[in-house]
């Protein structure tokens, strides 16, 4: 790679190409990473579930991503709303269970166990449940 006077910046950068009508390799022959994307990039299309030899996160995740690509306009609104549904009543149901953890602690405070078995009945750490008992002496 050079700039615009001819200077060397760069000299580790490799392009590679290919012409996929020429890639010819099948599942069982598939080595490389390399290999993998091939292939996955040429048979998209015809995939109706994911090859075992490309089970692995990175594939998953692309699939996924190609599945959503294939949605049409209204589909992908209504895919967004119910993921913005699904992640907001998520977000209130883990509130829930938090405020629930700290008031079953306030309520364990008043018997004679200790931080650490508070702690481990409730979730909450240590340090969470020594907070609520300093805040409980202060009022």
């Known amino acids: 790679m ?14 590679k190409f290919l012409q ?5 390799l099948q599942e069982h022959e598939l080595e490389t ?5 091939c ?5 998209l ?4 579930h994911i090859p075992n030899m490309l089970n692995e996160p990175i594939f998953q995740k692309a699939f996924g991503i190609a599945e959503l690509a294939g949605l049409t306009a209204q589909e992908r609104d209504n895919y967004e ?3 913005i549904q699904y992640r907001d009543l998520k977000s209130a149901l883990e509130t829930a269970v938090e405020e629930n953890k700290v008031e079953i602690a306030k309520s364990l405070l008043e018997t004679r166990l200790s931080s650490e078995e508070i702690s481990k009945h409730t979730g909450l750490t240590v340090e969470q449940i020594e907070h609520l008992r300093h805040e409980k002496k202060k009022n």
């Open 2 to 15: 050079k700039d615009q006077d001819g200077d060397l910046l760069f000299d580790k950068l490799h392009f």
């Open 20 to 24: 996929m009508p020429l890639f010819r």
């Open 33 to 37: 990473k390399f290999d993998k994307w």
């Open 39 to 43: 292939y996955f990039l040429k048979n």
């Open 45 to 48: 299309e015809s995939f109706d």
């Open 81 to 83: 709303q119910s993921l």
